[in-house]
């Protein structure tokens, strides 16, 4: 049997790191095992389905590198009737039912924010029997119909399907063999099978993936930070991105890894159990590796200054972990701008730092600035404290305390600049 999974998030919201994770799970898998990974929609929530959701959830999953298998879009709204057609079969048949509700029960749902309703479709109520079903990455789960489940309900009318009976019958029609989806799903599986036994239907397989976590490990959420995808669009590559997700929760024998290695080593037997922590500092350090390896030309473009000589890259790879972060490197496309204060080493005054830069300037005037000509400098004429020749040098010529050294800085900027920013920095003192 050729495998067939998906991932079918709604669009009520922007695309959350917890299913781009779920959905890269289930392309890993579906690739390792030569088989098709396919998107649905499930847009049923007509009031909280919106356009720029689809849009969001369909360009996040593109920038990631996860494409689908099936060329136009399956949306839930699309297929009305053929959820009506098995939703009549199951009337017809008398394995469900209209349940109407009590004036209690309208008065109930008016309270809490929703539309009452005279009745709902229900699946006829279970038999005091057990729910069994072997979860790949959890073992055997274990219910009781009637205690833990009770009625499940199935629609709202005829045209409108609720949750559980969707699914299933989203699964069945497009042969999916396995689903994979997170652990809070659990709980929705024991009432999808009851809907499969009244269909006469066989189930596909079930694995349920940890919750991603925050750092206090309760499930990560906007207090951590940021979750949606576009966010973090601004400042992770995709290929960083992926490999860092695909390490949530699964158990890889390297840190950096190609898409290819990743679908090659990608089993569910290798999927933990329990909460995977999303570690930003851990992404971070991910994206940094694979800014490293980009090639100068690719670099440049990608932070959009493509103008630069080849010997800033690894001045900015060395030191950038996200992309976001950029602009703290203008200083080598720009004249960069600070008080005078700044340029002051620890204790030293403004005559001492002014003394410092003006040799620096002779000694730029004469010939190329060297590493050997400040270390002799600060010798000679600052009792051996480099700081207080180099500190005002480097923020000369970046106007940060925080910047690459002023010898590489030099390199990319060239001797001319470097001399225009060591006298500007000399008439701020002045």
């Not at 496309?333 to 003006?358: C, F, I, N, V």
């Amino acid at each position: 049997m050729t495998v067939k999974v998906r991932i079918a998030p709604s669009p009520t919201g922007n695309l959350h790191v917890g299913t781009a994770r779920t959905a890269l799970f289930n392309w890993l898998y579906a690739r390792h095992h030569g088989g098709e990974f396919i998107l649905r929609i499930e847009d049923t929530d007509l009031e909280r389905s919106k356009p720029e959701f689809e849009r969001d959830i369909i360009d996040g999953l593109t920038w990631l590198g996860l494409h689908w298998d099936n060329g136009v879009l399956y949306r839930q709204s699309e297929h009305v009737a053929t959820y009506r057609s098995h939703l009549q079969r199951l009337l017809d048949e008398g394995k469900a039912f209209w349940r109407e509700f009590t004036t209690d029960e309208k008065a109930a749902l008016a309270a809490d924010g929703r539309t009452p309703r005279d009745s709902i479709i229900c699946l006829k109520e279970p038999d005091d029997t057990s729910i069994m079903f072997d979860d790949v990455i959890r073992g055997r789960i274990e219910v009781n119909a009637r205690r833990d489940v009770g009625i499940v309900s199935l629609a709202k009318d005829l045209d409108t399907p609720l949750y559980n009976f969707a699914v299933v019958i989203d699964d069945l029609e497009m042969g999916i063999t396995d689903v994979i989806r997170g652990e809070d799903h659990i709980s929705n599986t024991p009432k999808q099978l009851l809907i499969y036994r009244a269909l006469g239907a066989t189930p596909p397989r079930f694995a349920h993936l940890p919750l991603i976590l925050g750092p206090d490990r309760s499930k990560l959420s906007k207090r951590h930070g940021a979750v949606s995808m576009t966010e973090y669009r601004k400042d992770y590559l995709p290929e960083a991105m992926m490999d860092f997700l695909a390490h949530l929760g699964h158990t890889y024998p390297e840190e950096i890894m190609t898409p290819e290695a990743l679908i090659a080593g990608f089993e569910l037997a290798n999927v933990h159990k329990s909460g995977a922590v999303f570690d930003a500092r851990k992404l971070d350090w991910m994206n940094a590796q694979y800014l490293k390896r980009m090639s100068p030309s690719a670099f440049k473009s990608l932070v959009g200054h493509p103008e630069l000589d080849d010997a800033a890259v690894p001045i900015m790879t060395e030191r950038l972990e996200r992309l976001s972060s950029v602009d703290t490197f203008s200083y080598l496309w720009e004249e960069p701008r600070y008080e005078a204060d700044l340029l002051r080493w620890k204790g030293d005054d403004r005559a001492r730092t002014l003394k410092a830069l003006s040799e620096v300037a002779l000694l730029a005037d004469r010939a190329a600035l060297t590493q050997d000509d400040l270390d002799m400098l600060a010798a000679d004429h600052f009792d051996g404290t480099k700081g207080s020749v180099y500190w005002p040098l480097r923020v000369a010529l970046s106007g940060l305390d925080k910047s690459a050294g002023p010898m590489d800085i030099l390199a990319v900027i060239g001797p001319e600049r470097a001399r225009e920013r060591i006298l500007t920095a000399i008439s701020k003192l002045q």
